[in-house]
């Protein structure tokens, strides 16, 4: 079956201690892309990549990282998570950079 | 600065009774505008991608058009299963493959 999946869907962490979300997708998509998505926000980009190591900034990168050392794989690293990074994330991809994307399940942070 | 402005917030329609949401956006040039439609607590789910000015495409009881400024998702007859936020997205023509999203609208139908 043709998904994205995340991991984990939860997950309460504290202020400070590194955490990784994970994202993967079978679908071999050149395009993948971390969202997070807050009340009366919407959805907001946070990094993308075009393809295995090019990466590149949304519009809300501050306080995370990401690498592509493999197609499939997109994974989100947050070094020192804050309270404002509490969130609904959700990673997706797309065949190429200007298609329809296909959504994971999204993976609810909390952050004490 | 891009900005992409969904109206209405949320909307209340009876089963049957026709409606559109409208998508309106500023970008320098638009490389594709996107319809996404989310359920509570799952993943947007795509529904169209329009490129240009003019372009319309259907799907079920869902119509998408789109001008220079602006789209409209037209829903007829709607069930109570189209129920949903429904959000859209631009991607400007530039270098960058960035996506901007609206805020969406929140869309219940009543049986």
């Known amino acids: 079956e043709a998904q994205v999946t995340q991991n984990p869907r939860y997950l309460i962490t504290v202020t400070g201690k590194k955490l990784t979300v994970t994202c993967s997708q079978n679908m071999n998509h050149e395009y993948m892309s971390w969202y997070r998505q807050d009340p009366g926000l919407g959805l907001r980009q946070i990094y993308y990549?075009?393809?295995?190591?090019?990466?590149d900034k949304g519009d809300v990168p501050e306080g995370y990282k990401v690498s592509r050392k493999e197609k499939r794989n997109f994974p989100l690293i947050l070094e020192s998570p804050s309270p404002n990074q509490t969130s609904l994330y959700f990673c997706?991809?797309?065949?190429?950079?200007?298609?329809?994307?296909?959504f994971g399940p999204g993976t609810r942070l909390t952050v004490t | 600065e891009d900005q992409v402005t969904q109206s209405p917030e949320a909307l209340r329609l009876q089963e049957g009774e026709s409606s559109s949401l409208n998508c309106s956006y500023t970008?320098?040039?638009?490389?594709?505008l996107f319809w996404y439609r989310q359920d509570p607590g799952k993943g947007p789910e795509f529904l169209f991608t329009?490129?240009?000015a003019g372009e319309e495409k259907e799907k079920e009881r869902l119509k998408a058009t789109l001008t220079k400024k602006e789209s409209f998702l037209h829903i007829t007859a709607p069930k109570p299963e189209d129920s949903a936020t429904y959000l859209c997205a631009v991607q400007e023509a530039s270098g960058t493959y960035k996506y901007i999203f609206g805020t969406g609208t929140r869309l219940k139908v009543l049986a």
């Open positions: 997706a991809s797309s065949l190429r950079g200007d298609g329809e994307q296909y």
């Open positions: 970008v320098s040039g638009l490389r594709g």
């Open positions: 329009l490129y240009s």
């Open positions: 990549s075009m393809n295995v190591e090019v990466t």
